[in-house]
Every structure is written in structure tokens, then in C-alpha cells.
């Protein structure tokens, strides 16, 4: 077990460069698989997250070309499985992500249950099911797996009330949603900053959508999502964490 041990008592001083979103990359990703062409990703955090999300990308077709430590360009062109491999997705807890991003580009996909941080149980996904199933996909969870299919060419846009506020689930279905026939409205949706990060991401690579940031999402269909170039906010609580740490010590830092 990994310990820590805090030599306390002192100010901090400095400067600091905050690392992008991981809850903006871990979405993000996976969302490139909707892109057929070339996109090209900036300032992704260096955590093993984003390692393993590029690994499942890649295993599934992707050709994942590093640029440097924080950008690398992902050409989903020609994906060759809509199944994850179990092993690399259930040891991440974003992994439900690649649900939606299958199923909005191919209409189908299999992903490992979430992994990842012990929470004491598996992550619940009944928001995300719901939201799948309102779109028209048959959604079912068994050895493992989150299974979702829809014997249509494409989703068809509905309008979604999430019984409780859900960040995974608000993002899973807005990645489903985008490239499904018509318009889709997603009601009491999550506003955190990481979910208009992946709006934006998904509208610079031809989405349209609107009100993310809301608590209520509009998404009207499109037939596909190009490639394009896209850099991720910084991450929040990394940048709040060392405001709270210098407010706590004194000293004074600049955070960038």
C-alpha cells in the first residue's frame, strides 16, 4: 500500500501548471471512436486512465499515433470490434463511456462493467440503461458485460428525464444521442464543466448540440462526425486543490 508521509508546518510557494481534465479525457476518448476520420487530441493528463482508454482504442482498430507527452492523434476509421476486451476495460472506471460510443456510431457495442477505484460495488449504470432503452437500444447485463444493440440502422432521438442527477449518464447518452435520427432532449442533466468540454469536443467534430452546461440538453442527430482538433480544459479540482493548499499554509502560489 502506497503511504504518504507530510512534513507539515511550512508555506508553499511557486508555480504550478495544472494538467487537463480526467474526467473531460476519460469521456473524450472514447468518444473519438464516433469520429471517422483523424482527430487530434491536446493536453490530455498523464494518468493511467488515459493509457488504458488509448490501449481499448486501439485494441478495437484504432491507429493511436503519440505526438507528445499531453496530445496524440486517433484515427477511428476503420474499427474492427464493437467488443471491448475485458480485461483492459473493467480496469477503468470510465469504461461505461464506451457504450455510448459505440452505440451512437455502430448501434451496437460490448463493454466490460466499470472497474477501477474499490467503492465498495459495482457502479450503477440504471440511468444510463434507461437512457439506451429510451433511444431504442435493447440493453442487457450479463457475464460481465453491458450489452447494448439497436435493430435499427441508427438510434432515434427521444426526450430523457434522469430521476437523479448523474454526470456518467448525462455524458454516456449525450454520446449516444449524437449521431441518432432526430432530436433528443436530456432533462435534470449534469452541469459540470467536463460535460461541455465533451459537447464541445463532440460539435468541433460536427455534433449539434446545445445547453450543455444546462440542466436541460438538446441534441439533434447528425449522420457523422469528421475529424478535426480539440484541447481539453483544465482540470478544476487539481487547480482547487492547490488553492485550498496554499489558503490552508500560507505562502503564495501561481497556479497556471
Do not use: W
Not at 440502422?153 to 442527477?165: C, H, M, P, Q, T
Not at 484541447?231 to 490552508?248: K, L, N
Request: proline content about 3%; charged content about 20%.
Amino acid at each position: 500500500m502506497t503511504k504518504y508521509i507530510v512534513q507539515g508546518g511550512k508555506p508553499l510557494f511557486g508555480e504550478v501548471d495544472i494538467s487537463g481534465a480526467k474526467n473531460a479525457a476519460v469521456a473524450i476518448i472514447p468518444a473519438a471512436l464516433m469520429v471517422d476520420g483523424v482527430c487530434r487530441i491536446e493536453n490530455l493528463p498523464q494518468i493511467s486512465d488515459v493509457t488504458m482508454s488509448l490501449k481499448i482504442l486501439e485494441n478495437l482498430g484504432a491507429q493511436i499515433r503519440t505526438v507528445n507527452r499531453h496530445t496524440v492523434e486517433i484515427d477511428s476509421t476503420c474499427i474492427r470490434s464493437t467488443r471491448t476486451d475485458y480485461e483492459l476495460a473493467r480496469r477503468i472506471r470510465a469504461s461505461y463511456y464506451l457504450i455510448g460510443a459505440l452505440l451512437g456510431r455502430f448501434g451496437h457495442g460490448e463493454v466490460a462493467m466499470p472497474g477501477g477505484c474499490n467503492f465498495g460495488g459495482v457502479r450503477p449504470i440504471d440511468l444510463h440503461v434507461k437512457g439506451f432503452t429510451a433511444l431504442g437500444a435493447k440493453v442487457t447485463v450479463e457475464g460481465g458485460f453491458i450489452r447494448a444493440a439497436t435493430d435499427r440502422s441508427r438510434l432515434k432521438g427521444a426526450n430523457i428525464y434522469l430521476d437523479v442527477v448523474s454526470v456518467g449518464a448525462t455524458m454516456n447518452i449525450m454520446m449516444a444521442a449524437a449521431m441518432a435520427e432526430g432530436n433528443t432532449v436530456i432533462e435534470n442533466a449534469a452541469r459540470e464543466p467536463h460535460i461541455v468540454d465533451l459537447a464541445n469536443f463532440l460539435n468541433s467534430m460536427g455534433a449539434n448540440i446545445r445547453g450543455a452546461g444546462t440542466d436541460t440538453i438538446k441534441i439533434r442527430g447528425v449522420e457523422r462526425l469528421s475529424g478535426g482538433a480539440y484541447t481539453i480544459i483544465p482540470d478544476q479540482i487539481e487547480a482547487g486543490t492547490y488553492m485550498t493548499a496554499v489558503a490552508a499554509t500560507g505562502g503564495q502560489i501561481l497556479i497556471k
